[in-house]
C-alpha cells in the first residue's frame, strides 16, 4: 500500500478575515454564430476524468436558447458575503474567490494545488480548509498553506471535510475497495483515527470512475456523528467514530448532504434533485430542476446544497455544458448558484462569469455553523 503524502505547519492561526420572473428569457431574433475559439473549446473534451481533472462536457458550439432569466432577482454580489470555488478552480485563474460587500476581497490561485475544487469550510480561526480531490488542506488569509495531505489520483481521491476544534480536520477518502473517514492532527502532522467504511458493493468496482464516483460530502453533526453522501451505494449514512452505521436512508447517487437544525437531512444527489428527509428517511421537501425551469433556470448538474439560517436553501450549479464568452450572447449564460426560499421561489441567483467559473461549493460568510464548535465521537 503507498502511503499519501503529508505536509504541516504547525501552530499558525489567523483572523485577519474577520469572519463573523417566470418563463424563458426570448431567443434573439438572429442566430447567434459561435466565434472559431468557441468552437475549438467545444470539441476539446467531454466527460469526467476519475483522476479529478475533468468533469466539464463541453457543448458544441453554444446553447441554442438563453438558460436563465434576463433579469436576475437578488443583489448580485451584495446579496451575500461568500466564498466559492468549482471543479476548475485550480487552473481557471480564479482560484476561491471570497466576496464582501459586493466585491472580490480575496482569491487563493495556486496551480501547483491540482485537482477539483469540490468542499472547503470557513474555519474558526479565519482560516480555510479545502477539500481538492487530490489531498486536503488549511489555508490561511495571507495564502500560505498551513498544512496539507496529499493522494495519488485515481488510487484516492478527497471530496469532503470537516474541522473539528483548532487542530484536527476530519475528512473522506475515497478509494478501492471502500472509502475511509480520517482523522488527522493539523499540529502534530498524525493520522489519528483511520475508519473504513463498509463496502458499498461490487456492481461500480470495475467502472473507470469508481473512486470519483465512490462517495461525496461528509458532514459532522451535532452528535459527533459523520453523516455521508454514500453516491455508489445509493445511500446517505451516519456513523460513528468507530466506523458504526447509526443511520441511513436510501437515495439515488446523493452528492451532498448536511444534517440541519431541525434534525432533518439535505441531500442534492447527481439526478438534480435536491430533497430534505425527516428521521425516518421520508422526503418532507423537493426542489427538482422543473421547479427551476418554470421560473426560467435551466440546469444540467448540481453540485451541492446548503441550508440558510432564514430557512432559504442555496443551490450550487456545476453545469456540465459550461459557458465560456463568445459561446453564446452573455445574456444566455446559466448562473452559478441559486437561492430558493422554503415555496421554492428563487430569490437570488449569481452569474458572474468574470469572477467565477462553474460553482462546486459555496458558504455564506455569516453561516453560524462556522463559529459553532464541532466534534467527532471523542475528538474535539
Excluded at 483572523?15 to 447567434?32: D, E, M, N, R
Excluded at 468496482?205 to 465512490?214: C, G, S
Excluded at 455521508?228 to 445509493?234: F, P, Q, S
Excluded at 449569481?350 to 460568510?365: A, E, G
Aim: cysteine-free.
Amino acid at each position: 500500500m503507498k502511503i499519501p503524502r503529508f505536509f504541516f505547519s504547525a501552530g499558525i492561526t489567523f483572523a485577519a478575515l474577520g469572519i463573523t420572473g417566470s418563463g424563458f428569457a426570448q431567443a434573439a431574433t438572429k442566430p447567434f454564430v459561435p466565434s472559431p475559439e468557441a468552437l475549438k473549446r467545444a470539441a476539446g473534451s467531454s466527460g469526467i476524468d476519475p483522476a479529478g481533472d475533468g468533469g466539464i462536457t463541453r457543448h458544441p458550439g453554444g446553447f441554442d436558447r438563453p438558460q436563465a432569466p434576463e433579469s436576475l432577482p437578488g443583489n448580485g454580489l451584495k446579496e451575500h458575503d461568500f466564498f466559492a470555488a468549482g471543479v476548475h478552480s485550480s487552473r481557471d485563474g480564479k482560484g476561491i474567490v471570497m466576496v464582501r460587500n459586493g466585491q472580490v476581497a480575496w482569491n487563493f490561485y495556486n496551480p501547483t494545488v491540482t485537482g477539483n475544487y469540490y468542499d472547503g469550510t470557513m474555519m474558526a480561526n479565519g482560516n480555510l480548509l479545502l477539500a481538492h480531490a487530490r489531498g486536503v488542506m488549511v489555508i490561511a488569509p495571507d495564502k500560505s498553506i498551513l498544512w496539507r495531505y496529499e493522494v495519488k489520483p485515481i488510487e484516492h481521491e478527497i471530496d469532503g471535510v470537516q474541522p473539528v476544534g483548532t487542530d484536527r480536520v476530519v475528512f473522506l477518502r475515497n478509494g478501492n475497495p471502500s472509502p475511509h473517514i480520517l482523522v488527522a492532527n493539523i499540529t502534530t502532522g498524525k493520522i489519528e483515527k483511520d475508519i473504513t467504511l463498509p463496502l458499498a458493493g461490487e456492481s461500480h468496482m470495475k467502472e473507470a470512475t469508481y473512486v470519483h464516483m465512490q462517495a461525496r460530502r461528509l458532514r459532522l453533526t451535532p452528535q459527533g456523528t459523520a453523516v455521508i453522501a454514500y453516491t455508489n451505494a445509493d445511500k446517505v449514512a451516519e456513523y460513528d467514530e468507530h466506523g458504526k452505521e447509526v443511520w441511513s436512508a436510501p437515495v439515488r447517487q446523493p452528492w451532498s448532504v448536511e444534517r440541519l437544525k431541525n434534525g432533518n437531512t439535505l441531500v442534492a444527489s447527481v439526478n438534480m434533485n435536491t430533497i430534505e428527509m425527516n428521521t425516518k428517511g421520508e422526503t418532507v421537501w423537493t426542489l427538482t430542476p422543473a421547479d427551476l425551469a418554470a421560473q426560467g433556470y435551466i440546469i444540467d448538474k448540481l453540485q451541492a446544497a446548503m441550508r440558510l439560517p432564514n430557512g432559504n436553501t442555496i443551490v450550487t450549479v456545476n453545469n456540465e455544458t459550461a459557458w465560456r464568452v463568445g459561446d453564446t450572447p452573455d445574456l444566455w449564460a446559466p448562473v452559478q448558484a441559486i437561492e430558493v426560499n422554503p415555496a421554492k421561489k428563487v430569490v437570488w441567483a449569481l452569474r458572474d462569469w468574470k469572477n467565477f467559473d462553474v460553482i462546486s461549493t459555496l458558504q455564506t460568510l455569516d453561516d453560524p455553523r462556522i463559529k459553532e464548535p464541532l466534534h467527532f465521537g471523542s475528538f474535539r
